[in-house]
């Protein structure tokens, strides 16, 4: 693609240092929309930078690599060995399967139950500790060894790995069964619901319209036996005060609120100019063991 990539948010706090990176962690989120990645010193245990893309176009998975490029030619650091890297891989062709149900054998078969086939790419799996299972998914062969090829010891992870792993890690004492997580996503949303400290329901809804939208976190609020004037609806991603899906919201649904940031960390002053529940997930991806 010859349109010159240029973020849309680019903090970079001034302790950052380009020769230092091998003590820095990096954190990346990517899928067909853009790519976010952030900057962790992990002595300060602080947040240093943070960069957002939009990518224009783009349908493929295949195409990424070159964006990649993209950005390498604009800040050469971008590629240098970091002392940890997390790529979160966010996409809607995963299943999750119980840890007694669960057999790497048959990851092919899970997936083919829910997912079409997904021609260059590679069935892989994560484990999520907290909650007793696995999320097996599709992840793209050209994007994984480009990732690969930037940084060896890239740990890649799927985006829901992350975040019902950092929910259930930050959450775990302050959950009661009206607590309701939404994470909305530019034509999807996922909903993860906790009872008794264990996960009760992960799903992914499409959607095309705000009455979609609330139409299917209606209807699961109902299947969860939950009531909308009594649930406690915790919001994160792509969502704010200026959204049709966060008027939908308020007009439905009495108790809501944006998820607040880990307070176990420190941020850079730069990022008190973003709205952190865009990112949380991003922020928290390294909880994952």
């Known amino acids: 693609m010859s349109l ?12 950052f240092k380009e020769s230092n990176t091998r003590s820095y962690s990096l954190s990346m989120q990517v899928d067909l929309h853009g790519l976010v990645f952030s900057i962790f010193n992990p002595d300060k245990n602080k947040f240093i930078g943070l960069q957002s893309y939009h990518f224009p176009n783009v349908d493929n998975y295949a195409q990424l690599p070159s964006l990649f490029g993209q950005i390498l030619n604009q800040q050469p ?26 057999d790497q054998n048959h990851k092919n078969l899970y997936l083919g139950f829910n997912h079409p086939f997904q021609e260059n790419s590679r069935i892989v799996y994560d484990q999520l500790k907290n909650i007793g299972a696995y999320m097996v998914y599709y992840a793209s062969n050209p994007l994984v060894e480009k990732v690969k090829d930037f940084w060896a010891n890239a740990r890649i992870l799927h985006f829901s790995t992350a975040m019902i792993e950092s929910l259930s890690t930050n959450f775990k004492n302050k959950l009661d069964v009206n607590t309701l997580f939404i994470n909305v996503q530019d034509n999807s949303f996922d909903l993860v619901h906790f009872n008794q400290k264990t996960l009760h329901f992960y799903n992914q809804f499409l959607f095309n319209t705000k009455e979609d939208f609330i139409y299917f976190l209606l209807l699961s609020i109902e299947q969860l036996s939950l009531n909308p004037e009594n649930v406690n609806l915790i919001m994160m991603g792509k969502i704010d005060k200026t959204s049709p899906n ?21 941020y850079s002053y730069l990022l008190d100019q973003v709205n952190t529940h865009h990112y949380y997930v991003h922020f928290n991806s390294m909880l994952c063991e």
């Open 246 to 266: 966060y008027d939908m919201i308020f007009r439905y649904i009495k108790h809501f609120k944006f998820i607040d940031k880990n307070k176990n960390f420190q």
């Open 77 to 102: 650091w971008f590629a240098f060995p970091f002392k940890e890297v997390t790529v979160l891989i966010q996409n809607r062709y995963s299943t999750l399967v119980p840890q007694p149900l669960f």
């Open 4 to 15: 010159r990539l240029t973020p849309y948010i680019n903090h970079l706090d001034k302790s």
